[in-house]
């Protein structure tokens, strides 16, 4: 298990012996997110660091299951000293206190009733030697089991001619998913799997290679899921567990009827506990 230490934020080859300097912002933010990872204790599981190319296009296709999976998947990069850009909404790009640092970092944004724009920019970052991070579930999974893929991250691979690197993250939900509060504690677990390069094969069509894909990112989540170290508290803490496992998270069935429900503008009823609240707990906990 890897714990952010105070070094580490001030390591001066933290990002390689001559990083572009036009990743400057992207630098700070990584600093700034090794604070938080230190400041909570989060304890890291990171395997397969060593898939991620040291030079070259490639694109990271993750499940989905946290607000902040892209820094976990982004700690995976850093010890090849690869910076990787997420597509993330277009919304997000354009609000007032995250868009200028999504812009900085170069993310893709992505507009959904638009997308080919950022098809096409995505795949000039691939060509261009960057490594591109995808959720192709399209938004976090509340049944914590892996959603239908959409299929532009292996059309990109297969037009770019760059090799997709499955991946599964799993335990930042128990801080901050869909439908649930926001939960402050410290010690939380957080697994990164990174799985075995799969190139596209000559004259392969993407919906294969997308079938390849699904297939090796399930493997992935379920040996995150399983070598887990953490376990739920009690019954009322297995909220965070798929129900295949014994969890009571929604079956896939019942989280696409709630999904639909969510698109569609009804409020899904949160059952944690307020935030304020847990900020209150989080300062007054002796340890």
Not at 7 to 32: E, K, N, S, T
Not at 33 to 57: C, K, M, N, S, Y
Not at 105 to 134: C, E, N, W, Y
Not at 180 to 197: F, M, N, W, Y
Request: with cysteine.
């Amino acid at each position: 298990m890897y714990t952010a230490r105070w070094g580490d934020v001030a390591r001066r080859d933290l990002f390689g012996p001559h990083p572009d300097p036009r990743d400057r912002p992207y630098h700070g933010v990584i600093r700034l997110a090794l604070i938080v990872f230190r400041l909570f204790r989060f304890r890291f599981d990171v395997r397969g660091q060593e898939h991620v190319p040291a030079t070259g296009g490639a694109i990271i296709c993750s499940n989905h299951v946290s607000f902040f999976d892209f820094t976990y998947l982004g700690l995976a990069a850093l010890p090849q000293h690869r910076m990787v850009r997420f597509m993330a909404k277009a919304s997000v790009f354009s609000n007032r206190f995250s868009g200028p640092f999504m812009r900085a970092m170069h993310h893709i944004p992505v507009d959904r009733t638009a997308g080919a724009a950022a098809f096409d920019s995505a795949v000039r970052a691939l060509k261009d030697g960057q490594v591109v991070g995808v959720f192709p579930e399209a938004t976090i999974s509340t049944s914590f089991t892996v959603k239908d893929l959409k299929a532009g991250a292996a059309r990109m691979a297969v037009q770019a001619g760059v090799p997709i690197l499955p991946a599964a993250v799993w335990g930042g939900h128990r801080i901050a998913t869909k439908a649930h509060d926001v939960v402050l504690r410290r010690d939380v677990a957080v697994t990164v799997l990174i799985g075995e390069p799969l190139v596209p094969e000559p004259g392969e069509k993407p919906q294969a290679l997308l079938r390849r894909t699904r297939v090796a990112m399930e493997a992935l989540l379920d040996e995150a899921q399983r070598s887990y170290p953490d376990q739920p508290a009690g019954d009322d803490d297995r909220w965070w567990l798929p129900a295949h496992l014994g969890g009571t998270a929604p079956t896939p069935e019942e989280a696409a009827v709630r999904d639909n429900a969510y698109a569609a503008g009804h409020k899904v009823t949160s059952t944690r506990t307020p935030p304020l609240e847990q900020v209150r707990k989080l300062l007054t906990r002796r340890r």
